[in-house]
């Protein structure tokens, strides 16, 4: 039986936000223009299914923030209902639900990701994402 860091535990349900939080930050053109700190939250195996279907590598996601500095200038985001749906030792998994607020509407999604422990690391690696629409 594998047990789970209480640091860990701790952690995951937290990250989500936290992750948000900085993403908010880079597309308000907010603090630092290096994109080091939210690159160092993602393990370089990661992948995103993005609301609309495409598939992103770690290298696409990665490749495309110094275009997304300041691109939404606007932009408030908003993380609620986070559930961990599993935890181990070293995996978790959450489901979370985002509104992106912006002058040109709202959008919700559910998104689930899954999120690995890494002894090199501070916080949990993001390895998976997939958002979802929510429609009304």
């Given amino acids: 039986m594998t047990t789970t860091t209480p640091a860990f535990a701790e952690a995951v349900p937290l990250e989500a936000d936290a992750l948000h939080r900085l993403l908010q930050a880079w597309f308000r053109a907010e603090g630092t223009d290096d994109p080091a700190a939210i690159r160092a939250r993602f393990d370089d195996g990661f992948t995103m299914v993005t609301p609309a279907g495409k598939v992103l590598t770690y290298e696409q996601f990665s490749g495309g923030l110094p275009t997304m500095r300041g691109s939404r200038p606007t932009l408030i985001m ?34 689930t990701a899954l999120l690995i422990a890494r002894a090199d690391r501070p916080t949990p690696m993001w390895r998976h994402l997939q958002e979802t629409w929510i429609t009304p």
């Fill in 78 to 111: 908003q993380i609620s209902d986070v559930v961990v749906r599993y935890l181990d030792a070293s995996t978790a998994l959450v489901t979370y639900c985002e509104r992106q607020i912006q002058d040109s509407g709202t959008t919700d999604r559910i998104s």
